[in-house]
């Protein structure tokens, strides 16, 4: 089992910048990606960026050049710096870590979720 604590959203101005972090504990050593994923009302969740153990990182259109995933394999935490916000990022921020294992010669891979975090950038 893997436990996640999100931090650091709220309300911030158009153009402004925001951090959120995640804090993954308990069966961290099987963690091999982690993410952030944002839904807005009325709409699905999308995923924001991800980044696996190497560091390789990936995002979407919406948010390439202005959302910069990073994390830190000594805490087991992930960040989420995002730069020239706009009304169009407000949604609620969740955490995503995906962990895999091997048991009895049978591979096991889970998700887990934070609680979520809002982020608001009003128009």
């Known amino acids: 089992q893997v436990q996640l604590v999100e931090s650091g959203g709220g309300l911030v101005q158009p153009g402004g910048s925001l951090r959120l972090s995640c804090a993954a504990s308990g069966s961290t050593s099987s963690i091999f990606a982690m993410g952030w994923y944002r839904q807005a009302p009325g709409k699905q969740r999308e995923l924001v960026a991800i980044?696996?153990?190497?560091?390789?990182?990936y995002y979407p259109d919406s948010v390439k050049g202005r959302f910069t995933i990073s994390r830190d394999n000594a805490s087991n935490t992930v960040y989420l710096q995002m730069n020239s916000l706009k009304p169009e990022d407000t949604a609620v921020y969740y955490c995503?870590?995906?962990?895999?294992?091997?048991?009895?010669?049978?591979?096991?891979?889970?998700?887990?979720w934070g609680q979520g975090t809002q982020v608001t950038v009003p128009s």
């Open positions: 995503n870590v995906r962990s895999y294992y091997s048991e009895y010669g049978r591979d096991v891979f889970n998700e887990y």
């Open positions: 980044i696996t153990k190497s560091s390789s990182a």
